[in-house]
């Protein structure tokens, strides 16, 4: 089965911080990739898709390391509302059962 | 509009008893999907459906059977349930499932206690 595989933490951030997390992936043939947070007892939420270029959304900047089979969610200036697990999924070229695997997750908690 | 709608938000039911959960997306997603998440672990797929057809059933028990009536709806029937049962069950869709626009949208879950 492939792997996608995530610190899960928790990181201890104080306000203000910029905090990063990686997730690495086991097979190359991937095809897409995403972070979800999801906060305790909800739904998880899209946060961001990853570009092979990289990408930004406000304080949050992802990156893809195709070579090292990663990818990275950078937070700057942390809020104390950014406290949550972050998941990282990825979805392997193909329909079949390996084609959509999620990390076990990153817990962040932000503290004031 | 990203939602997607998901009913009962709470179901408590007993092991010989049979209900269903109901998910609707008006997206105009061709991929919709059921999860069961336990406490502190990531959601792990259940079943995929493409285009109104099965397309993965995670190796299942057949207490759990799916049903996709239209685009739009997505049912989990459950019948005999398990103790162990008891989770959230997230449905999700998607533009599709194959091809690219696999941003999954979530639904709020249904929290299910088996007794």
């Known amino acids: 089965r492939k792997e996608v595989e995530q610190d899960p933490g928790p990181f201890n951030v104080p306000e203000g911080a910029t905090v990063a997390f990686n997730c690495t992936y086991s097979n190359s043939a991937s095809q897409s990739f995403f972070w979800y947070r999801q906060d305790c007892r909800k739904e998880p939420k899209l946060l961001m898709s990853?570009?092979?270029s990289g990408n930004e959304d406000g304080r949050f900047t992802a990156q893809l390391n195709r070579a090292s089979q990663y990818i990275s969610l950078l937070i700057r200036d942390s809020k104390l509302s950014d406290s949550a697990t972050y998941l990282c999924v990825v979805k392997y070229r193909g329909g079949g059962a390996d084609g959509l695997t999620f990390g076990k997750g990153t817990h962040l908690i932000i503290q004031p | 509009d990203t939602e997607v709608t998901q009913t009962p938000k709470h179901l408590v039911m007993g092991m010989t008893n049979k209900k269903s959960l109901k998910c609707e997306q008006h997206m105009g997603h061709r991929a919709m999907y059921w999860y069961k998440q336990k406490a502190k672990k990531p959601p792990e797929l259940m079943f995929v459906?493409?285009?109104?057809?099965?397309?993965i059933n995670e190796s299942v028990p057949s207490r759990f059977s799916p049903e996709c009536p239209n685009s739009s709806l997505l049912n989990l029937h459950l019948h005999a349930l398990q103790p162990e049962d008891s989770a959230l069950y997230l449905c999700?869709?998607?533009?599709?499932?194959?091809?690219?626009?696999?941003?999954?949208?979530f639904g709020p879950g249904t929290r299910l206690t088996v007794t």
């Open positions: 999700a869709s998607s533009q599709d499932w194959t091809s690219g626009g696999h941003e999954q949208y």
């Open positions: 459906y493409s285009y109104e057809k099965l397309s």
């Open positions: 990853v570009y092979s």
